[in-house]
């Protein structure tokens, strides 16, 4: 079956800057879109609904979230099936449990999945 795998969170002061990855897996054919969402905590304005941070297709073209545009970057290798988050100038707004998400036609599959990784947590704090 196919998997996706995040590395790359923690604690990082404001200003700070991390580096998420998000490996998949498995008996993949293809992958099309992948991207990375983020749920923010429990009992925060935003933390009720798990959003969309940032988008890539398999050509390449992306978009952001507003609240993120010229802070954040996504990118992939197709090669080994990773998608990338660069975060700089972190905000302690932008903590939240950040989640891969990929669309995927699997070996296995009928038609294109979409696959969500485990969540890996970022919190920004001084």
């Known amino acids: 079956q196919v998997q996706l795998v995040e590395s790359g969170g923690g604690l990082v002061q404001p200003g700070g800057s991390l580096r998420l990855s998000c490996a998949a897996s498995?008996?993949?054919?293809?992958?099309?879109?992948m991207g990375w969402y983020r749920q923010a905590p429990l009992g925060s304005s935003a933390g009720k609904q798990r959003?969309?941070?940032?988008?890539?297709?398999?050509?390449?073209?992306?978009n952001y979230a507003d609240s993120v545009k010229g802070r954040f970057t996504i990118s992939r290798d197709n090669a080994k099936n990773t998608v990338y988050l660069q975060m700089n100038s972190l905000k302690p707004e932008d903590t939240a449990v950040y989640y891969c998400n990929a669309a995927i036609l699997g070996y296995s599959d009928y038609a294109v999945e979409d696959y969500w990784g485990q969540g890996t947590q970022v919190t920004v704090s001084s």
């Open positions: 959003e969309l941070v940032a988008a890539i297709t398999s050509g390449g073209s992306t």
């Open positions: 498995g008996s993949i054919f293809s992958i099309n879109a």
